[in-house]
């Protein structure tokens, strides 16, 4: 074999090298990218005497959440109220609408990396035992499926609780 064909095909398995590392590269750089905006809710159900009741929606990924649907279900019934469902889902579990304040979410509506808000929250401070029982009652019958997107239009599905 020549020198030449030799340092051609040196040449040759060097550019194919480099082909493949910078399309490896690529590959990586595109996952890193997608996971470093990447949305993750999270709801918390905060019952402590001496405070409001709250059910806190909150995004602790790192990027924006991208709301594509909302679903709420009491007893395992979805709630199906135009433009309402909120208010439904209090009258169902028996709680008077103007005792909580509630947040709504719509579809197509943004949700920045650490945004909290209160999903479900009471006007008043929970006093005693019996008040909060309720409250923890009433809410253990709610739960919820939201859909969501990320920026780069991943989509995902977050079921709260867990269990159902």
């Not at 990586?28 to 001496?50: C, E, F, Q, T, W």
């Not at 409001?52 to 279900?73: C, D, H, S, W, Y």
């Not at 949700?111 to 009471?122: A, D, I, N, V």
Request: charged fraction near 20%; charge should be negative; avoid cysteine.
């Amino acid at each position: 074999m020549s020198t030449e064909m030799i340092a051609t095909i040196g040449t040759l398995v060097v550019a194919v090298a480099a082909l493949g590392i910078t399309v490896w590269q690529g590959w990586l750089m595109r996952k890193h990218n997608r996971l470093s905006v990447k949305p993750l809710l999270r709801i918390d159900r905060n019952a402590i005497l001496g405070f409001p009741f709250n059910i806190v929606l909150a995004n602790v990924g790192t990027g924006p959440a991208i709301f594509r649907e909302v679903k709420i279900f009491v007893d395992g019934e979805l709630i199906v109220a135009d433009r309402r469902p909120v208010i439904e889902t209090l009258v169902r579990i028996d709680l008077n609408p103007d005792d909580v304040k509630h947040f709504t979410i719509y579809p197509d509506e943004a949700f920045e990396s650490g945004e909290r808000h209160p999903l479900f929250q009471t006007n008043s401070t929970i006093n005693g035992q019996l008040e909060l029982a309720r409250y923890d009652s009433a809410f253990s019958r709610v739960s919820f499926t939201i859909e969501y997107a990320s920026i780069y239009g991943e989509q995902f599905v977050f079921t709260w609780p867990k269990s159902n």
